[in-house]
């Protein structure tokens, strides 16, 4: 890994502002000192000039006084009309002219002049002026020390020192920045950790900022939240899963048992079993086999969201088509068949639907079974509201009926009460569970409801409309 990969988050920007600010800050200084010092060069031209104008008023005037120049650092020369030096300061006594250069057609002209008069390493600002007297130019020139880009050593110091403070002061308020923005951060990664290592349902802490890390920690509580949802369905339908081997295992093991065990018999003593006896004790619990696989094959299919022919299906003629077909019906069937009561379906899963509820109703009536298909203009099925109005099927036996707290548990996968296997030892707890899959795909429900005697079963379904509709039923809910 590189240095730079290396280098955590905080130190990367605390350098990249470090090197920035310094940048900045040093541009900064040096445009404070160019201004400093072009302001320091105008000023001492500017007193230059009024030094040398003086004695050039003095010239026009009269007699030349001494001293020349107010100031230490002043240097001034007077030129007659000949171009000799008439009058100087001190320190250009006996000294020849300062500079070559004279005023045109201003009255004034400002130059800098290096060596000469001056010292080798002195570089000096000379003004050169006209004075006027008796007719004549007289030619004055003032000059003091060119001032240097630093102005004074004590105030680039000044400034430097400044530029060097404010680039540490932002370094260290953009470090200190960081880190508190990063601390969240490290709290979110930390309580990820401790979710990681212990529990799933804890959530990371939400700062009270509104900021991005206050958006992050919420979406990341969002996606824990989803993932323990996901993790908990994955358990339950693993567990759904796990039962579901267990008891089809079971059901499948006690008619192979009991065949088995004919079987076993009939070879023990073959001269006295009888092909017909033998045949007649086998074929229930074949019969119970083909019902099993047969379920299982449907439950699969349904599972996997396999559609059969999807069509306009008139419910009561096809509840009247199924009854025909049962001709050794044992319990009195009541029918009141609505006509013209049409859904949108799998013709051939709602009549597996319809012999489902038929034959728990059988089994567990007394004597009689009622079954009423109507039509309802203002329907509902559970939650959902239906536009055309709702297809109703009922199922009401006169047998001993369901307890309320175990109505939902007839529609789990297997699930057989006690009275059923006293009753009939051939059911094996699939058929509900397959009629209430079958209507939620068909986008309806499948309820147990309170009946004065006996189990009462309704099916409700979404009625198609008068036109014909190819909407999927199962995408209303």
């Known amino acids: 890994m590189s240095a730079r990969h290396g280098m955590s988050i905080t130190r990367r920007i605390t350098l990249f502002t470090g090197v ?85 057609s201003k009255n004034m002209a400002i130059s800098v002049v290096c060596g ?23 030619l004055v020139y003032s000059s003091s020390p ?49 979710i990681n290592a212990t529990s799933s ?11 991005e890390i206050h958006e992050m920690s919420a979406s990341v509580n969002h996606t824990l939240c989803r993932l323990d949802n996901a993790l908990h369905h994955l358990q339950t339908a693993l567990e759904q899963q796990r039962r579901f ?29 009888d092909v017909t006896k033998l045949g007649s004790a086998i074929l229930p619990s074949l019969d119970r086999l083909q019902t099993i696989v047969q379920d299982l094959l449907t439950l699969e299919r349904l599972d996997s969201r396999m559609s059969g022919a999807y069509g306009r299906i008139d419910l ?71 536009p055309h109005g709702a297809a109703v099927l009922e199922l009401i036996d006169d047998g001993p009926g369901i307890d309320p707290d175990k109505r939902e548990l007839v529609f789990q996968r297997f699930t057989r009460l006690d009275a059923a296997r006293s009753r009939d030892a051939g059911g094996a707890g699939l058929g509900l569970p397959i009629a209430r899959q079958i209507a939620e795909a068909a986008g309806g429900t499948l309820r147990i409801e309170d009946s004065s005697r006996g189990a009462r079963l309704v099916l409700c379904l979404p009625s198609a409309s008068s036109a014909s509709d190819d909407t999927d039923p199962a995408s209303l809910g």
Not at 121 to 131: F, M
């Open 20 to 104: 920035v600010t310094g940048l900045l800050s040093a541009l900064l200084a040096v445009a404070i000192m160019i201004a400093i010092y072009r302001f320091v060069v105008g000023y001492v031209t500017e007193e230059i000039a009024a030094a040398g104008g003086r004695v050039a008023v003095e010239i026009e005037r009269g007699p030349i006084t001494s001293p020349l120049a107010e100031r230490q650092f002043r240097n001034l020369q007077v030129v007659d009309p000949q171009g000799r030096v008439v009058a100087s300061t001190p320190q250009l006594q006996g000294k020849p002219v300062i500079a070559r250069f004279t005023p045109d």
């Open 245 to 273: 081997y267990s008891n089809a295992s079971h059901d499948l093991r006690t008619p192979i048992a009991a065949m088995r065990a004919e079987v076993e018999d009939a070879l023990l003593a073959p001269q006295e079993t």
């Open 201 to 211: 349902g804890r959530r990371v802490p939400v700062p009270p900022t509104d900021d």
């Open 146 to 194: 060119a001032v240097p880009p630093w102005v004074d050593p004590r105030l680039a110091g000044l400034v430097g020192g400044c530029a060097v403070a404010l680039t540490a002061a932002i370094t260290y308020l953009a470090h200190r920045n960081v880190r508190a923005s990063l601390r969240p951060v490290n709290a979110i990664r930390a309580e990820l950790d401790n």
């Open 316 to 386: 009561a003629k096809l509840v009247a088509a199924e009854l025909r077909t049962r001709h050794h019906m044992t319990k009195e069937i009541e029918s009141a068949l609505e006509p013209d009561v049409v859904v949108m379906g799998d013709r051939l899963e709602l009549a597996r639907l319809f012999t489902s509820l038929l034959d728990n109703a059988e089994r567990h009536a007394a004597t009689t079974i009622t079954i009423a298909v109507r039509h309802e203009p203002s329907g509902r099925c559970g939650d959902q509201r239906l």
């Open 116 to 138: 000469g008069v001056f010292p080798p390493d002195e570089c000096d600002i000379v003004v050169a002026q006209w004075a006027h007297r008796a007719g004549e130019r007289w």
